[in-house]
């Protein structure tokens, strides 16, 4: 698989984490996200950025921006859904503790 490949491959699976997360479907999002930080790893690996020959083709070079930025503006997207929603998780598990300290507190004062 080409590297311009890679991206675009990239790209179209962070489109997916866009739907995935305005659907709330969190599970799918998570297996989205793992396909790409594969795909990332993969590209790291066979097209680093400082190579002199993947930097040659201006053509091929704008493409993969292009897809970069897109990429750039699906994560932006992504954390718009996810970061409301892991707030809520934070709160919810920052009541659960509050409330089992509280528990412990009296448990321990009515002894």
């Known amino acids: 698989m ?4 890679l991206y675009e491959t990239m790209s179209g699976l962070t489109g997916q ?3 995935a997360a ?3 479907d969190w599970d799918r999002l ?5 396909e790409v930080a594969g795909l990332r790893d993969r ?6 950025i400082t190579a ?4 040659s083709d201006s053509a091929l070079r704008a493409q993969k921006l292009t897809l970069i930025r897109r990429m750039l503006d ?8 996810t970061e409301p929603w892991m707030e809520s998780v934070r709160s919810f598990l920052a009541a659960g503790t509050r409330t089992r300290n ?3 507190a009296y448990q321990a004062f009515g002894e």
Request: aromatic share 2%; net charge negative.
């Open 52 to 55: 002199p020959q993947g930097l």
């Open 74 to 81: 699906d994560d932006r997207t992504v954390r718009s859904y």
């Open 102 to 104: 509280v528990r412990m």
């Open 22 to 24: 305005r659907a709330e």
């Open 43 to 48: 590209l790291a690996s066979e097209d680093p």
């Open 30 to 34: 998570c297996e989205l996200e793992k």
């Open 2 to 5: 080409s590297s311009l490949h």
């Open 17 to 19: 984490m866009v739907d």
